[in-house]
């Protein structure tokens, strides 16, 4: 009788020689790491939504949906907006390799990067995380006196002196 794999075991589901995970989890050394990349991703997508993206696809390709599923969870930890493509296109992706390898050691992914010591120091920085497109964040201030609202119309709106309609902005 085989025993389960890491995936299924933290998963506590049954395994069979027919397993998703388990031919997934190849590429990762230990089965500590294995236990983590698994409950990580059942936690980003779902138990049943990591077990039906990897089932939708083939087979040969399942380990390479993982590690995908797991970069990508990572880059959107990382960078909430635009996830890996984000931080591969800014040339972060040393950011999401650092948030994947923090998943397999059990670190958290909050304490990776150097971009965090602006936002704890509570300088009211977007996370730049070492990116050239994050900027800071403009304060917004608004006038006591000016009214704040929402123009819930078509883009027309009457002034009260007048009965023809006029474009708003």
Not at 6 to 18: E, Y
Not at 89 to 108: F, H, M, N
Request: glycine share 12%.
């Amino acid at each position: 009788m085989r025993t389960s794999c890491n995936g299924c075991r933290v998963l506590r589901k049954a395994c069979n020689d027919s397993c998703l995970i388990r031919p997934c989890l190849l590429w990762i050394k230990s089965a500590e790491s294995q236990a983590r990349a698994t409950l990580f991703l059942a936690k980003f997508y779902g138990r049943a939504g990591l077990l039906n993206l990897l089932g939708a696809a083939p087979d040969h390709l399942r380990p390479g949906v993982f590690r995908s599923l797991l970069y990508e969870a990572c880059g959107r930890v990382v960078n909430p907006v635009y996830g890996s493509a984000g931080l591969l296109t800014s040339g972060s992706w040393r950011l999401c390799e650092e948030a994947v390898e923090a998943v397999l050691s059990g670190a958290p992914i909050g304490q990776v990067g150097a971009g965090r010591r602006a936002e704890e120091e509570g300088s009211g920085s977007v996370f730049s995380a070492g990116s050239s497109h994050v900027s800071q964040a403009e304060d917004v201030k608004v006038e006591e006196e000016e009214e704040v609202g929402l123009e819930l119309s078509l883009g027309w709106s009457r002034q009260p002196e007048q009965d023809v309609p006029t474009r708003v902005g």
